[in-house]
């Protein structure tokens, strides 16, 4: 039985609370948020120890495992705290607010030799994880690009810019679609609501091999968007998430050039001849299982069996790194960033 | 009677021949193809003198205008002949290859005192103009930004990439609504199926005043997608041409920040609290009228009664002008071009 | 403060128990079901008194109103028997199984002098009320008829047929549209999974004035559809309660017959001419307040100030007694069946 | 070559007319109508000899085959006047205004040994031929039911009511799905912009083995609305002719009850358990081509080669006999009438 505790209880730790008190193998042992009104409203819910002080917690001799649920500025130093502590550790994501900070808290974790999982919950997605195996399995070819859309009106954040609040889904599951990390990005946005605080943006990342990706993120949008589309160069494959019953589409449906062979050259561009395969779509069902109880499943899976997490110290820092370097690029008017090199497992 | 002679009979020109025959102060002179079944095929519809040389075309008395529906990279040098023999010339857009054949372009209308009109046909699609009124009459607020997206699975063109095959409509729309055009664009992009033919483009622009915008195009996309979104900070415009009925919605939506008093602040961000406003959607009715003929129609009356188009050289270069800056981003990896001075009218 | 007693915690009970703790008026006093793991699962989560006897809830000094969510064919007994007991009822829809059980169940709440409040939930959806408001206003003219769908694969209930199970929701809206109750209706169906419980149904309801009705439920569909379509003489609304953000949209749309003068007649049709307006669609914002707890505010205010229940007896009656005429109309290949003169309060 | 002549030039003639001249076995001899204004609009275009005399095209030797795309009144007279003139015949749907009148029709064909085609030009429609194949192939199982549903705002006709009007697209389908005719019809609706004409009609059919069948239509809808349903016991089909691109949907979804053993019995109703299925969605390719062109091959493939018309006397007469049998119904209030026998080829 891992007896977790969890610092933050503003929307994402009482979610968090409810899905630990759900699991078999896990137990709601502390909580722990700086405002009394919000421990008292898990109390009445859950017998779990409290306390503003996150020291507190972080002594308490029976907690295996804390879940750090704060604001993202607080990320790093809190999850190094914890790793101090000896205690593992599941951080919301973005992992911390800069490439340092992740390196010292993937050092903290190295450290301590504890579990070190990043809340890059769309990993767990049952949709998400189908799409990936569409293109471990071959399905949809190789993967040519991605492009992503996450807009509506709100929620606005107060502590982070759109790029950082909204990106880091898409980009989590950009990355683990292509199973690596670009080489550059490039992004152009605009603070409208607010100065200095970006509501829009629009990034452009470059892999190594040509492959790109783009990402679109707003506070500022009429529609509610959270749509990925993966066109590989046989088939392609939408994740909408807004759905209510089709959230995966599967397109057989593909473009290729051929050559012409001199006797058919009729035009100009007679050389090449552009062929359009449009086949059928199938929507896959996609089970009904809760992304959030499944990242936690794998983080108990990681603390008590050692397995390596899905979403680790690395996958976490290659999402900040990108952040950090396209935040660089915002600021220099979409000017092209190279991308800090990852850290590998 | 405005008599029309067509250059170019691929997938324009037989439009409008259509369109032209229907007209009453109009009437199709003459049709000029390198191609003679074009030229046959149309001969078996309609009575205008047919020819595979521009110039017989040009010499000819019984013409006034011209109309160049051929490929882009003819499209200066033909138009300038035809000014050169005096007729007036509606030419598809976009308007030239460069921004200096723009310029040359302009040049030989000014020095044969002809009208030049550039087919950006959007601009008389009367959801386009609504959109319009819709920024013009206030009712929309201070336009922050657009993105629009023109997306599918072909068809392939291979005498431009996708940028300068679909992007000129995107781009004569946004300006439309912004009544100005950007001063810098980075563009990003990759030519997956044919080499130095980018298949997928990502375009972002930013206009002196901090408003921005950004086009995504296409040929490799699972879903045909023909959008533009328009947001101001009182309300919001979605135009979607693929959609059968709802083509305009125009949602009463908005956020704002608004200081907090010294008093009521109680957290780390409470300085500024975010406001959101989600109101009821509008969907006007949209006028049935064929953008194509209301453009010719506009063509017309500016030949017969020398009204100053709405899309002539000026609003024509602004978009060439657009579309060489983004290529040169294009080639930089996305690096911010800035924007050639427009040519005011 | 008025305790509040729930019998039965299949699906809606929990609910109800939810919703009642959260009323500041209201207290969930008793809960009561015949299995004793129901009764644990809510006891981990409520202080109330627990029991597997009806009778012990009745008797209790410390109830003043009774929920009752069991199976319909309980729901008479139960109801008359708590009323009885002088407790306030609230009795989910259908009120009974039969007319006459109705009458009985109405009967006992006259002679205790105690509120009897039918759980038509829908009648406190904010989307129905401003439906019902745009039909009162005059704002959709004369309503001339009503359509609805509820269909879906499953669930499939066991103790009555897909008519007892969807029908009584659009039943009750489509009355509350009209404000008044139809004459006849037909209804044809089949029981393809399991005989004599029919899993598709489609009936028909005509109103006095020659205004008509059409219900569809079925529990064997591949689309989950809960739509009303009203079409008034001046304008048409559809409720969509599957739609995510637009809920209601009112078109302003019709058409109308002209009786054309003598010289404009052309063709043999030529009398008439018919006209047809169709203006533009507005998607009213809807208030997001949940129907359940808007329905045991308007309990809890019955019960406390003695308000007259909008889903009352002769409410819930009324629709059983089109329940009971369709089935009915149902055994006899889709006969049409009068139905049994109201109750009216 | 067959020489066809065309009789009405309202809505279907001039479509007729453009499919039959691209044909290269079929040549459009003459056409008919009264207007003389008409005809004329079809010189511009078309070569063919023009009359108002319908016995003048009849006597015509250049004419093998007459299509008869005048209004639904005259379909019987016309046809028997052509097929005495041993013409072939394709008569627009519905074939005649009465069983009686179909029934002279077929005879009148039988006795000049002539081709009887009927337009239903659904059943050559590549969406609905895949959907029988999904129904012949055993794909969906055993074929329960299917409903229908044709609605809009108008056009509104003046010569016949929405059932007569509308109902024979979705009734041939329907027919041609099952394999067989239903044995009787309910029929309810209401003539509210026009006396005497109803322009909203729920129908319901009965098949003798217990498959059912229900269709809606309606001018006066808010959606426009061209969709069938089948439901099979093992797969699901939606057929929507107002989709874009996703016309065909085939849900592979399917609920059955099972017998619960005695030592599994818990409940009440435990004796049965409702199993859902519920898996994924499959969205076949379906050609583009033209079902009026499709039909027209067919029928000159009658005409030329005696292949036995798909749609021919017996499958005009047996949507006829429904219609017919639908106005009964209709007039008795919805009362069940019996459908008379069909004609079997």
């Not at 503003?52 to 308490?60: H, Q, S, V």
């Not at 550790?89 to 070190?116: G, Q, W, Y």
């Not at 290729?256 to 359009?276: D, H």
């Not at 109880?293 to 979403?311: I, Y």
Request: charged residues 25%; glycine residues 8%.
């Amino acid at each position: 039985m891992l007896r977790i505790g969890i610092i933050g209880l503003g929307y994402w730790g009482p979610n968090y609370a409810r899905v630990v008190t759900e699991l078999p193998g896990a137990e709601l042992a502390w909580v722990c948020d700086a405002s009394e009104a919000a421990l008292e409203s898990m109390a009445a819910r859950y017998p779990a120890c409290a306390t503003t002080d996150p020291d507190e917690l972080f002594a308490a001799d029976d907690v295996d495992a804390v879940i750090v649920a704060t604001p993202t500025s607080t990320h790093a130093e809190l999850s190094i705290r914890a790793l101090g502590a000896r205690k593992h550790v599941l951080c919301e994501k973005p992992l911390a607010a800069s490439v340092a900070d992740c390196d010292d808290v993937i050092a903290a974790a190295d450290d301590a030799d504890r579990v070190l999982f990043v809340g890059h919950t769309f990993i767990f997605n049952p949709a998400v994880r189908q799409m990936r195996e569409l293109v471990e399995s071959g399905e949809i070819g190789k993967l040519l690009y991605c492009h992503a859309a996450r807009t509506g009106l709100g929620p606005i954040r107060q502590d982070v810019n759109a790029l950082w609040d909204l990106a880091p889904h898409d980009l989590a599951i950009i990355f683990h679609l292509f199973g690596r990390e670009p080489v550059s990005v490039t992004a152009t946005g605009q603070a409208f609501l607010r100065e200095g605080v970006e509501d829009v943006v629009f990034a452009s990342l470059r892999f190594e091999d040509g492959a790109i990706a783009a990402v679109h993120v707003s506070w500022l949008d009429p529609y509610k968007v959270r749509r990925v589309t993966a066109v590989g160069d046989s088939r392609m494959v939408v994740f909408d998430d807004v759905a209510m019953d089709e959230k995966l589409k599967v397109f057989d449906r593909g473009a290729s050039y051929e050559a012409v062979s001199e006797s058919a050259r009729g035009t100009e561009f007679g050389e090449y001849r552009a062929l359009v395969r449009d086949g059928e779509i199938r929507i896959p069902k996609v089970a009904a299982r809760e992304p959030l109880k499944e990242q936690v499943v794998a983080f108990v899976d990681s603390c008590v069996n050692g397995t390596r997490p899905e979403t680790g110290g690395p996958e976490g820092r290659r999402v900040v790194a990108v952040l950090e370097a396209a935040t660089k690029s915002l600021r220099a008017g979409g000017a092209p960033v190279e991308i800090a090199a990852g850290v590998h497992a």
